[in-house]
T-cell receptor, first 112, second 112 residues
């Protein structure tokens, strides 16, 4: 389940389950949205992006959904594996601005 | 390509000491960034640069300075270290029109 508070929001899942990580954004002018994965002790790494003229984009085992009406972004990970355990960040920004705004992040814990 | 490299990986400073965090990228990226990441939090932008000779403040620039004399290097300088600067520092770069940021492995700094 999820817990939100002073600590990083956390999502705990069993290996093999599908995971859904959510991100709310505030800037209605944002044109691009990116998901990053940060493993413990490492820098963030690009996973997938989506532009505002799309509502869904699929990658390898990952799908990003964009709902501009409610300013909501989600990352779906299929058949979650222990190697998916990490903190996931969303980032967003207006087209032509290369200064994105990062969300606080969600910690995904995958139990074998 | 080595990508984005940062040195040192770890450093402990006493209050009032100064140091330079090094960042180098070999991808010929125009934009470079410095972020800090506090425990359980997202990334906060300290400074960024759109090209050699051009730098600009981000969200939390106080207590830091940067320079960009070459495309490859973007060092971050702490002049009078304070405990509030204890954090993990990440350097990143972008080559427009792509919005994907490439991050270095980070420098963990402790000021006591």
């Amino acid at each position: 389940g999820e817990s939100v508070g002073l600590h990083l929001p956390t999502l705990s899942v069993q290996e093999g389950d599908n995971s859904i990580i959510n991100c709310a954004y505030s800037n209605s002018a944002s044109d691009y949205f990116i998901w990053y994965k940060q493993e413990s002790g490492k820098g963030p790494q690009f996973i997938i992006d989506i532009r505002s003229n799309m509502d869904k984009r699929q990658g390898q085992r990952v799908t990003v959904l964009l709902n501009k009406t409610v300013k909501h972004l989600s990352l779906q990970i299929a058949a979650t594996q222990p190697g998916d355990s990490a903190v996931y960040f969303c980032a967003e920004g207006p087209g032509g601005s290369y200064i994105p705004t990062f969300g606080r992040g969600t910690s995904l814990i995958v139990h074998p | 390509n080595a990508g984005v490299t940062q040195t040192p990986k770890f450093r402990i400073l006493k209050i009032g000491q100064s140091m330079t965090l090094q960042c180098t990228q070999d991808m010929n990226h125009n934009y470079m960034y410095w972020y800090r990441q506090d425990p359980g939090m997202g990334l906060k932008l300290i400074y960024y640069s759109v090209g050699a000779g051009i730098t600009d403040k981000g969200e939390v620039p106080n207590g830091y300075n940067v320079s960009r004399s070459t495309t490859e290097d973007f060092p971050l300088r702490l002049e009078l270290a304070a405990p509030s600067q204890t954090s993990v520092y990440f350097c990143a770069s972008i080559r427009p029109p792509s919005y994907e940021q490439y991050f270095g492995p980070g420098t963990r700094l402790t000021v006591t």
